[in-house]
């Protein structure tokens, strides 16, 4: 029950791991060349990301708090979301692309919460 302070203009592709994995095995099978975006279909910020979670997973969002600013060790650029359409193009309808929303409702079901 303590709250969390997170930023509001740094956005980045969050990335669920169990989707990451059949995407790359899926990469490997069509024996894709190249570079290719392998994140999220959705790009946000860390506070969207943080209210998402609570609402999956029936967490207090009041004490979820915005901040405009946040002292970090190393610089990063405000909007590093990486841009898929490459890879939409390959996969087609192969592999789904989870949102940040089917990761989280995946997590959840195979982790058996309520």
């Known amino acids: ?5 997170l930023v509001k203009h740094q956005i980045n592709n969050p990335t669920y791991v169990r989707n990451l ?3 790359i095995l899926k990469l490997i099978e069509k024996d894709a060349k190249g ?3 392998t994140v999220g279909s959705e790009a946000l910020n860390r506070y969207e990301m943080a209210l998402k979670c609570a609402d ?3 967490l207090n969002k009041e004490l979820i708090n915005p901040i405009e600013n946040f002292i970090q060790l190393a610089t990063r ?3 590093a979301a990486l841009d898929i359409t490459k ?6 309808t192969d592999v789904a692309i989870f ?5 989280l ?5 195979i982790r058996n919460i309520e």
Request: net charge neutral.
């Open 56 to 58: 999956i997973f029936n």
């Open 21 to 23: 994995s059949e995407i």
């Open 99 to 103: 949102s940040l929303l089917d990761g």
């Open 87 to 92: 890879l939409k193009r390959l996969l087609g």
């Open 77 to 79: 650029p405000a909007n």
């Open 1 to 5: 029950n303590e709250s969390v302070n």
């Open 105 to 109: 409702k995946d997590m959840k079901q």
């Open 35 to 37: 570079i290719y975006h």
